[in-house]
């Protein structure tokens, strides 16, 4: 929060506050959300952000632009500073955030919180690039658990139970004299994940979160996650993904997608994943998380038989659909009717909360 462009925001009200400008929970709710609407980018969008929000008069004009130009021109070089960076020096600024009361605190820190909150349940699809800018910095409040399964190899454990070779090996070498019972449980191995993104035209508005939610999981689950992109092509994206760097990593994946933004041949791409990747290991026994609206232009009885093949070697098959949390939705397009018998569960995939549900069921798969 300290580092963020709310905070940066919020500072700057506190800041008004101190200049005598009427400033409540409400107006800076309204200049934040105005602000991210605008652009952050850009200073002049701040500006008359901040001015049409809290400027209730003429007079309250020249003191905003005074306090407007102190909190974003703090440098001692004087140069302008972009109202999106450097929110280290927000605390540097000339004029302190807040003016001492606390009540203002709590009520700014759960202006901001609510914010945060609605920016969560937004379509990633409707929100302008100042918003996206917003909800990428939360993919990384995501939590991200890898399935398990219990593997044929087992390890000493509590009083699960009794491991009748070590109890015997102890006795033997006790030369048959009665000593106590060891005990064993199967280990738990994580279970390999593999995410399907689709990233063809229809879901250009939400390929690039799904690559960010993917970039988190990789980075959770490093060795048994795979990530391949769906278009008119099968492209394996999981070593760009592994790119630290969330900004960089996407722009390696991108670079790596020679279909971006193309058709959709749902049918023959899961088929050339089945048959180079799938069942030779890759799928057997993992989930299978298939990110897409359903959009098919090849034949869905071709998709239809790929699902088919998918759900016989995977533990789990998970579809998730940018629509599914829509009103109205009903999953009548073609491919999604084709592949929905073989689905284990078709999920909501259009928002950060989406993609949280969708991290818990992968967890308890």
């Known amino acids: 929060m300290p580092n963020s462009p709310e905070a940066l925001l919020v500072g700057f009200a506190h800041a008004l506050s101190a200049a005598g400008l009427p400033v409540t929970s409400d107006r800076t709710h309204t200049f934040i959300d105005a602000a991210s609407r605008l652009g952050i980018g850009r200073r002049d969008h701040v ?25 974003f021109t703090p440098d001692e070089s004087g140069g302008s500073r972009p109202a999106h960076e450097a929110p280290s020096t927000v605390t540097q600024a000339a004029l302190e955030p807040g003016d001492g009361t606390g009540e203002d605190d709590d009520a700014l820190a759960a202006t901001v919180a609510s914010a945060e909150e609605t920016l969560r349940h937004r379509d990633v699809a409707t929100l302008s690039q100042a918003e996206k800018v917003l909800l990428d910095r939360q993919f990384r409040s995501l939590t991200v658990r890898a399935p398990t399964r219990r593997a044929r190899r087992t390890e000493p454990y509590g009083h699960a139970r009794i491991d009748t070779v070590r109890t015997m090996r102890d006795q033997l070498r006790r030369a048959g004299e009665p000593g106590p019972l060891r005990f064993q449980r199967n280990r738990i191995r994580q279970r390999r994940l593999v995410l399907l993104i689709d990233v063809s035209g229809s879901m250009k508005n939400y390929a690039d979160s799904l690559l ?59 088929g050339a994943f089945l048959d180079l990747w799938g069942q030779r290991g890759m799928a057997r026994g993992a989930v299978v998380v298939i990110a897409s609206d359903g959009w098919e232009r090849g034949d869905p009885e071709l998709l239809a038989d790929q699902m088919r093949r998918l759900s016989s070697v995977a533990r789990k098959v998970f579809w998730s659909n940018p629509h599914r949390g829509k009103a109205g939705f009903t999953p009548t397009q073609g491919g999604m009717a ?28």
């Open 47 to 71: 500006y008359w952000a901040g001015r049409a929000t809290f400027c209730s008069c003429p007079d309250d004009i020249a003191g905003f632009s005074r306090t407007f130009d102190a909190w």
């Open 212 to 270: 960010r939610l993917a970039h988190r999981v990789v980075h959770s689950t490093e060795h048994t996650t795979e990530v391949f992109t769906l278009g008119t092509r099968l492209t394996r994206v999981t070593r760009a993904l592994r790119t630290i760097d969330p900004d960089r990593a996407l722009l390696l994946a991108g670079e790596a997608v020679p279909d971006w933004s193309g058709g959709t041949r749902l049918g023959d791409v899961l």
């Open 338 to 365: 084709a592949a929905l018998p073989h689905v284990d569960s078709l999920v909501a995939g259009h928002s950060l909360a989406a993609f949280a549900e969708l991290l818990e069921m992968i967890a308890d798969a």
